[in-house]
Structure formats: C-alpha cells, structure tokens
C-alpha cells in the first residue's frame, strides 16, 4: 500500500453531508486529517431527493477540502444509512464425509449462498457479505477449521444489499463531481466497527441509534454484525408530536424538554411560552405525550422486534446512542424505562452520538479491513473468495 495514500469518505446523512479525509500516519495507523459537515437539504433520510441541487453543495465541498489538504480526488468511499439498505441471514452446509476441510468447501459453501441472494433479491445488489460462525460436526469454531476432519461444514453468513435504484442515484451524483466510488459502506456496520475497536472484550451486544430523523438496531454476536434495520423515524417525531398536540414552536419544547426535571409546578411555567400564546399546560400531559411516543419508538426497534427473538438470550449489552443532544440529556432515563428486558444483568448504556464515530469505523475497515468481511465487487481483480480468504491468511 502507497504509505502517502489519503481516502475521502462521505457519509450521506439527513440533510447533511459528512466528509472526512483520513491519511496513514508515522505509527503506520491512520488519522483524521480534514472534516466537514454540510448542510445539504436535497438529501432526506440518507436517499438524494433533488439532483442538481446536491451537486451544487458536493462540488463546492470538495473544492473546500480539496485546496485545505493539497490533493485533488479521484475516488471516495460512502457511508450510507436507508430504510432501503436490507439485512439477509443465511446458513449454508456441506457434508464432507469424513474428509479434511479444504479451501474449495468454503468456496461451495459462499458461492451457493451469494447465488441464493442473487436470485432472490434480483433488483438489489450486494454491499457486505459478513461472516459469523463456522461450525464443524456441531461445534462452533473460533476460526475456519482448515484440515480438520469432519463429516458437516456450516457456515452463518450475513448478506447486506442495496436497491439497484438507489446504488444507481448515488454513483450518478458522485460522477457528475468526476468522483469514482470505491466502496458502499453500510453505516450500521461502519458504527460496530467502531464501537467494537474501542470495546474489544465485547462480542455479543445490541445497539440503537436513535437519529433525529432515522433509528437503526443493530445486533453484533461474535464480534460480528448478524442483524440490523433501519426504521423512518427518529427523535424528532417526539418534537413533532408536541408541536401539534401542545401548539408549542420547536424552540420552546426544546427549552421545556431541558428543564422538565426541574420543573416544580404541575403546569408549565409562563415563562417558557417566548413565541406562542400562553395556554394552561399540565407537565403530566406534556411528559404522556412524550412517554407514549418514546415507548413506540421502542416497540418497534426492541420491545416486539420478533427479528431479535432467537439472540434475546446471548445479549450482553445494549448501547443506545442519541443525535440529539437534549434528547441524551433530558430523555435517556426515560428510553431505558421503556426498555423491556427479560433479563436483569444486561448492561444497558446511554450514550451521545460521536459525528466522527462512523468515519473512524469505515477508515478501519478501509485501510485495516475487518477479518470477518469478504468484499463482493466486481471492480476488484481478485475474485470474492479470494478476497475471502485473505482476510483469515
């Protein structure tokens, strides 16, 4: 590898665009040389809604940051977060019949299981193919068991797939900046990445990013992402629902939501009423309004969320994170009281979203990569399981 090599990641965000060059540094690590956050309202939800508007703010982003880090760019890789982006869990087998395991049965094992994707998600192309367990005669191994005699070869596998469509929108309006992509990187996978650099002991956990405008849960079982979605809500619809039911501006629920736990009086106090007509407003309704759209929020990511019903008994951890920085402070007691646990020596922790987070996951997986990964694209020269099996050689 070229040790002056500097990458550009974009992670399309909600109405935002997040940039971060990264460069190998003297201790042959990486580090973060430049960042920038743009504004850019022709991005929703991550999916690019108005073209040329999006183009007008990329290009002057890059010039930006072209002429503060003295490179001009050529390529990037992208951090994406869609409702779109979808998650497929798969188990493949091979009898061996009581030979050695070989290269060649992992090679059937993959192929048969990337063919099934392939037919069964025909508009959707292939971001990651992940790996999470090897099991040889119905014992788990730590690592692929090459040259080990055995009767049964199982691989877990998890598949990460976009719509064509959407691929399509996103490397059209990079090209348009003469920018050519070299990676799709999913962000739930980019977050575990890491998270799970700065907790290396931890191998089975449950993370929430509540997003102001997107929530995503993702599940992590030996160190490796097995299950994530992303659902089109975030924080902001508790704003939202206390905007209409209440008549109150954003600024002002803001400002309540920060001072609710110190609010004495069984009304809102007059003082916060800046912008709208003061009105007799109980602190019980405000605080139901609220409690009744976190539970919601929480129903739909956790609570019932019948996809994490098989790992409910393997979670060790879970990891909330909030964007919005009020939420964190004000509402994050109420969140883990909404939390339905079924078992009480789960650790739950309630954390503040990092902005740098998802850059420092993707430029590990860029420059390191992640030994439980197989890259499936067809620009590279070597094959897929090539690139497979150099992640474990």
């Given at each position: 590898m070229d040790e002056t090599v500097e990458k550009l990641i974009i992670e399309l965000d909600n109405d935002k665009i997040k940039y971060g060059v990264f460069k190998i540094n003297e201790k042959k690590g990486y580090e973060l040389i430049s960042k920038k956050i743009s504004q850019n309202a022709g991005i929703q939800k991550g999916k690019i809604l108005d073209f040329d508007y999006s183009i007008k703010i990329i290009n002057k982003d890059l010039l930006?940051?072209?002429?503060?880090?003295?490179?001009?760019?050529?390529?990037?890789s992208v951090i994406l977060n869609q409702k779109d982006v979808f998650c497929t869990n798969l188990c493949g087998f091979k009898k061996l019949n009581g030979s050695k395991v070989e290269k060649k049965d992992l090679d059937y094992i993959?192929?048969?299981?990337?063919?099934?994707?392939?037919?069964?998600?025909?508009?959707?192309?292939?971001?990651?193919?992940?790996?999470?367990?090897?099991?040889?005669?119905?014992?788990?191994?730590?690592?692929?068991?090459?040259?080990?005699?055995?009767?049964?070869?199982?691989?877990?596998?998890?598949?990460?797939?976009?719509?064509?469509?959407?691929?399509?929108?996103?490397?059209?309006?990079?090209?348009?900046?003469?920018?050519?992509?070299?990676?799709?990187?999913?962000?739930?996978?980019?977050?575990n990445i890491n998270y799970l650099n700065s907790n290396k002991n931890l191998k089975n956990f449950v993370s929430i990013?509540?997003?102001?405008?997107?929530?995503?849960?993702?599940?992590?079982?030996?160190?490796?992402?097995?299950?994530?979605?992303?659902?089109?809500?975030?924080?902001?619809?508790?704003?939202?629902?206390?905007?209409?039911?209440?008549?109150?501006?954003?600024?002002?629920i803001e400002i309540i939501i920060e001072n609710l736990s110190r609010n004495k009086s069984d009304f809102i106090d007059k003082k916060f009423f800046f912008k709208s007509d003061f009105k007799k407003l109980s602190v019980m309704h405000f605080k139901d309004i609220i409690n009744a759209r976190v539970k919601e929020i929480l129903d739909y990511t956790f609570n019932k969320n019948k996809n994490l019903s098989y790992y409910q008994n393997r979670i060790g951890n879970i990891n909330l994170f909030y964007e919005d920085l009020n939420v964190f402070k004000s509402l994050k007691g109420l969140f883990r009281e909404n939390l339905n646990l079924n078992d009480k020596n789960i650790r739950v922790d309630s954390l503040s979203y990092d902005d740098s987070g998802t850059l420092f996951g993707a430029a590990e997986l860029l420059f390191n990569g992640w030994p439980n990964e197989a890259i499936p694209f067809s620009n590279r020269k070597k094959s897929i399981i090539s690139s497979f099996f150099e992640r474990f050689f």
């Open positions: 930006e940051i072209e002429k503060q880090v003295n490179k001009v760019f050529k390529s990037i993959l192929n048969e299981a990337r063919n099934s994707i392939n037919n069964n998600q025909k508009n959707n192309s292939i971001l990651h193919i992940l790996n999470s367990n090897f099991i040889l005669d119905k014992t788990k191994q730590d690592k692929i068991p090459l040259n080990i005699f055995g009767d049964h070869l199982s691989l877990h596998m998890t598949f990460v797939s976009i719509p064509n469509n959407n691929l399509k929108n996103i490397k059209e309006i990079f090209s348009k900046s003469d920018l050519k992509i070299d990676r799709i990187i999913c962000k739930p996978f980019a977050e990013n509540f997003g102001n405008e997107l929530t995503t849960i993702s599940l992590c079982q030996n160190s490796s992402l097995v299950f994530f979605k992303t659902f089109p809500f975030g924080t902001n619809s508790i704003y939202s629902d206390l905007k209409q039911l209440c008549s109150l501006t954003r600024d002002e």
